[in-house]
């Protein structure tokens, strides 16, 4: 069945240090969404992608969808104390009827960062 | 304020008895959504509605149910039949298609479920 994949599970890194986590689905998608949940938080929403290789920054985090819309990826520069948390993305199902607000989600990346 | 409420924040529930979870939306979203989450997963779908009084199951169905009498509120019921019930539930809504597109999903702060 369709499948979105997260690498990695988890990422430790230094404050200041950049961090990254990768999305791949099994099927193309028409859009990918990033959600952002904090510790003992909700996921909120970060982002859609739409475009064929498309690149949206929002200060210091980057977002790219690849060419073939399989995949796609956040880029965190310097990390600060503040990107704490666990990034999901997220890709409509295809066997639903219609596919408003029908995601599948990755499992996460959860990623702290030591000050 | 518009968003998403979901009450009580933590519920202990004795194992075999049912159980309903609150969420109520005055962000006017037609569309509402319950997912599951557990340490270290993802969110699994377990039931969507995208119209008053019509809803459909999601990946987890077994075990769960629901409601949608109301465009604001659309709670779920975790049944005795429901093997582990213990986890995070998540309330959700979202408004229609952006251009064809999905539209994003508004959460609320989730109901965290133990059932002993």
């Known amino acids: 069945g369709q499948q979105v994949m997260q690498i990695p599970q988890y990422q430790h890194v230094q404050e200041g240090e950049d961090f990254t986590t990768y999305c791949n689905s099994s099927t193309t998608l028409s859009n990918i969404q990033w959600y952002k949940q904090r510790p003992g938080g909700h996921p909120v929403f970060l982002i859609q992608?739409?475009?064929?290789?498309e690149v949206k920054k929002q200060k210091r985090l980057t977002f790219q969808f690849g060419e073939a819309k399989k995949n796609s990826s956040l880029h965190i520069t310097a990390t600060q104390t503040t990107d704490v948390g666990t990034y999901f993305c997220a890709g409509p199902r295809m066997n639903y009827g219609g596919s408003q607000g029908n995601l599948i989600f990755g499992k996460g990346t959860k990623l702290s960062v030591k000050p | 304020d518009g968003g998403i409420t979901q009450s009580p924040k933590y519920l202990f529930r004795k194992e075999g008895q049912n159980v309903t979870l609150s969420c109520e939306q005055n962000l006017n979203h037609d569309a509402m959504y319950w997912y599951r989450q557990d340490p270290g997963q993802g969110l699994r779908l377990i039931y969507y509605s995208q119209i008053v009084n019509d809803f459909q199951k999601g990946d987890i169905a077994e075990g769960y149910s629901v409601s949608r009498e109301k465009k604001e509120s659309f709670p779920l019921t975790v049944t005795s039949a429901q093997k582990n019930p213990t986890a995070f539930y998540l309330c959700?809504?979202?408004?229609?298609?952006?251009?064809?597109?999905?539209?994003?999903?508004?959460f609320g702060n989730g109901t965290r479920l133990t059932v002993t």
């Open positions: 959700a809504s979202s408004t229609g298609p952006l251009r064809g597109n999905n539209s994003p999903l508004h």
């Open positions: 992608l739409v475009k064929s290789g």
